[in-house]
């Protein structure tokens, strides 16, 4: 019960939110975007083939008109069919979404997991050499670009070495998909690994620092307790944060960029392509649900803070 | 209006004087203390500096001017002429290498210090007036801007800017001013609990100068490393931006040869890729080193961890 009523008022208090995201994204990329009246017309059209084409992409409408159109599509989660190939919009979304889901959960997994190990493992060294290397190592990840490192990665696996494909997505069992998941899997745990080694481990050494793990360290606790117990546990809040929140961005964003270069039909690149050519069911689509999917995280984020940690209250607004 | 004056009799100037010194070491002269026995801050500064003499030097026209030039053979190995070999029309890559240096530092500079701006205005105002509907109007303009995906939204604005060169300039300040306005945000609730705001208030100072010449100087420390960070960020979204067809319009970037070196690279054509890669690499890296050493000097808890 203490949840739904805080399920219910967290989403009521995502609305504005939503609005807000939907109300900018629409007025730059449908609004100002790309006109596509032309795209669909034969050559040298008449007047009213123009105004035709006009209305059945709802260019006549007026502003307010259009935005609530969105909104109602929205609520119903139904935004139509795709101007560009006329196939449904959840059919197309249901085509790619999966492809960047199974592109993107290893690298996703295996920087997180890598990044908390690393980060325990500088933090337990602070100091030492193990440290300065492990932070050398990070500084240098994040001083490259994710753009070379898959250029990188992509001539070394894919032309020197020729051990994976260059570029492609044709998946059907095990073995295909590691053939095809795997450089662009390496090169976004490297870029992952610089940023989230030094975050996790300014953290882990912020609660490493504290009374109750140099208690734990004097009473003589094996040095895997002390971490997994005294240190990891406890900085739970604010890895969960940092984790939950990088979901939407990597989704979209991430998989643009891998999508793009190794020409992988991910929703990355679908969107992409909507941009430029101006296909709004499409968009519409892909921006107003990742709002809504961070107002999703946000509150799930919640939840799990309560989760790990059983003193936060739901009810209380200090603790949402 | 003045402080009465207090007669401190003989040897007063004599007391005076280890205050004076006090006084001098200032908390930044103790924060350039700190900085300047930082080895790799320091590296990170020289790397930084050489590379802003580079620019500079293109932009008064000294060096880099060549870049366009098409005079030399296609794709030509490094030789004492080409010092890194030419691209496909025959052009100096070490020239538009040099060249791009000027156009990673006008983005920079131009996103580094807008957004700081914008981010400390906005963080000051809606620090101070926490919790009204100020304050939660700029809450929520910060949280819509983190919803929209960064790439979408450059998209976007270039898209609705109708090809203007400063269309990727907008886009990045108009995301990247979030997290300054947010640290901010923090630090002015923090200060303005202090006594030396309560005393401006209660001496009667209007609210705007209290803001703007009590409180913002305080977060300069602030600002000044969340514009290192947004620099490097600008840097290295130019790149990604450049590749999509969304960032530098005319001129050259390392983003621009980058992204037409994709296609060279599996020719086993290494050098526009290696050049751009790697001077971008070193100005990133060095800027990284700056900024965390800046960070460890302004902040001293910081500081070891």
């Known amino acids: 019960m203490e949840y739904l009523v805080f399920v219910i008022r967290k989403l009521a208090g995502g609305i504005p939110l939503v609005l807000g995201v939907t109300l900018i994204s629409f007025t730059l990329m449908v609004y100002f975007g790309p006109d596509q009246t032309y795209e669909l017309l034969s050559k040298n059209p008449t007047a009213e083939e123009i105004a035709q084409v006009r209305s059945e992409l709802g260019y006549d409408q007026p502003f307010w008109i259009r935005y609530s159109d969105y909104l109602v599509d929205l609520v119903t989660l139904d935004f139509g069919y795709s101007n560009a190939t006329g196939e449904r919009v959840a059919g197309i979304l249901a085509r790619t979404v999966p492809i960047s889901m199974a592109l993107l959960a290893p690298g996703f997994v295996l920087g997180n997991v890598l990044g908390i190990a690393l980060g325990l493992l500088a933090a337990w060294h602070r100091g030492g050499w193990v440290d300065k290397a492990i932070m050398g190592f990070a500084v240098v990840g994040m001083s490259i670009s994710f753009l070379v490192v898959i250029i990188a990665f992509q001539v070394l696996f894919g032309v020197v070495l020729d051990w994976f494909p260059v570029r492609g997505w044709n998946v059907h069992d095990l073995s295909s998909y590691l053939y095809y998941v795997t450089v662009p899997t390496l090169a976004s745990v490297f870029v992952a690994l610089g940023y989230n080694t030094r975050f996790f481990r300014a953290v882990l050494v912020e609660e490493m620092t504290r009374d109750h793990v140099r208690t734990a360290r004097a009473f003589g606790a094996a040095p895997a307790v002390i971490l997994w117990r005294g240190v990891l546990m406890n900085a739970m809040i604010p890895i969960i944060t940092r984790i939950m929140f990088s979901i939407p961005l990597i989704v979209i964003s991430g998989s643009l960029l891998i999508e793009t270069y190794f020409g992988i039909p991910g929703v990355g690149k679908v969107t992409f392509d909507a941009i430029t050519s101006g296909d709004q069911p499409v968009l519409k689509a892909v921006v107003g649900l990742t709002a809504i999917g961070f107002v999703l995280i946000l509150i799930t984020n919640d939840i799990l803070y309560k989760w790990v940690d059983p003193r936060i209250s739901l009810t209380r607004e200090s603790a949402a | ?305």
């Open chain 2, 1 to 305: 209006m003045s402080l009465p004056e207090i007669d401190l009799g003989a040897g007063a100037d004599a007391r005076l004087e280890p205050a004076d010194r006090l006084r001098r070491r200032s908390p930044w002269s103790r924060a350039a203390g700190r900085f300047s026995t930082d080895r790799a801050a320091v590296t990170g500064l020289v790397v930084v500096t050489v590379f802003f003499v580079v620019a500079l030097g293109v932009w008064l026209g000294w060096w880099g001017g060549n870049w366009a030039e098409t005079g030399g053979g296609q794709w030509q190995s490094p030789s004492a002429e080409n010092w890194l070999g030419t691209t496909i029309l025959g052009q100096d890559i070490f020239a538009r290498a040099v060249y791009s240096t000027r156009t990673a530092f006008e983005i920079g500079l131009v996103v580094a210090i807008s957004s700081t701006l914008l981010g400390g205005l906005f963080g000051a105002i809606s620090g101070y007036f926490a919790h009204s509907p100020v304050d939660a109007a700029i809450l929520w303009l910060k949280g819509v801007l983190d919803s929209i995906p960064f790439y979408l939204f450059v998209a976007a604005v270039a898209f609705a800017l109708d090809g203007q060169p400063f269309a990727m300039h907008i886009a990045m300040i108009a995301t990247f001013w979030t997290t300054t306005a947010r640290l901010v945000r923090g630090e002015v609730i923090k200060l303005k609990r202090l006594e030396f705001v309560e005393a401006a208030r209660s001496v009667g100072l209007a609210t705007p100068r209290i803001i703007a010449r009590h409180i913002v100087p305080n977060t300069f420390h602030i600002l000044l490393v969340q514009a290192t960070i947004v620099f490097v960020a600008a840097i290295k979204s130019e790149v990604i931006l450049s590749f999509l067809g969304l960032g530098v319009q005319d001129g050259v970037s390392w983003g621009l040869m980058i992204a037409e070196s994709t296609t060279e690279v599996i020719a086993g054509r290494y050098w526009n890729f290696i050049a751009a890669s790697s001077f971008m690499f070193v100005l990133v890296m060095g800027f990284n080193l700056f900024a965390d050493g800046l960070q460890d000097a302004l902040d001293p808890k910081r500081a070891g961890r």
